[in-house]
T-cell receptor, first 113, second 113 residues
Framework: EAGVTQFPSHSVIEKGQTVTLRCDPI?????LYWYRRVMGKEIKFLLH????????ESGMPNNRFLAERTGGTYSTLKVQPAELEDSGVYFC???????????FGEGSWLTVV | DAKTTQPTSMDCAEGRAANLPCNHS???????VYWYRQIHSQGPQYIIH???NNETNEMASLIITEDRKSSTLILPHATLRDTAVYYC??????????????FGTGTRLQVML
């Protein structure tokens, strides 16, 4: 069974540009989470989808970040316009329901120059 | 904020058991103790979780004290590939926003020859 997959694995963009990260959760997992780790900081929660609905977006840093999960399958996280402090690794995770174990992808590394 | 306290770092000789402690003195009755690890720059990897009984799987054992205020993750025969940052996380089972994971700074385990 395929795990959580993320694309791209690495991305280098200039400040002010737009980047879209994609996450495919484990098949059948209704819950999808986004986390990130910026340089020198802890892994931080960004938001949580239940199917296509945003359950909790309390961790989203500002309105430059937009997450979507149309159809309740894969999700995208768009950063527009990107700033230098957005550099880091963005993790996607999924679980079957809220009680089940959360499994993480390998992350998408974002470097803003 | 993270509700757990872990040592910043630990060393362990290869082949020996690695015992990683975690304090969670404010844990609630319905909250689980989860352990994840992050090897180098990979995504967090699920290890084990428990509520009040000791648990064992193919990766590790989890010992939870009777008062549930602390726990110990045991890697029975540590190898160099177990070198990672280990996170102890307290998680409510399915209460909406509380189902997310809150990462702290973890314990950096270095397994040595």
């Amino acid at each position: 069974e395929a795990g959580v997959t993320q694309f791209p694995s690495h991305s280098v963009i200039e400040k002010g540009q737009t980047v879209t990260l994609r996450c495919d959760p484990i098949s059948g997992h209704d819950n999808l989470y986004w986390y990130r780790r910026v340089m020198g900081k802890e892994i931080k929660f960004l938001l949580h989808f239940v199917k296509e609905s945003k359950q909790d977006e309390s961790g989203m840093p500002n309105n430059r970040f937009l997450a979507e999960r149309t159809g309740g399958t894969y999700s995208t996280l768009k950063v527009q316009p990107a700033e230098l402090e957005d550099s880091g690794v963005y993790f996607c995770a999924s679980s079957q329901d809220r009680r089940n174990t959360i499994y993480f992808g390998e992350g998408s590394w974002l470097t803003v120059v | 904020d993270a509700k757990t306290t872990q040592p910043t770092s630990m060393d362990c000789a290869e082949g020996r058991a690695a015992n990683l402690p975690c304090n969670h003195s404010t844990i609630s009755g319905n909250e689980y103790v989860y352990w994840y690890r992050q090897i180098h720059s990979q995504g967090p990897q699920y290890i084990i979780h428990g509520l009040k009984n000791n648990e064992t799987n193919e990766m590790a054992s989890l010992i939870i004290t009777e008062d549930r205020k602390s726990s110990t993750l045991i890697l029975p025969h540590a190898t160099l590939r177990d070198t990672a940052v280990y996170y102890c996380i307290v998680r409510a089972p399915n209460t909406g926003t509380a189902s997310k994971l809150t990462f702290g700074t973890g314990t950096r385990l270095q397994v040595m020859l």
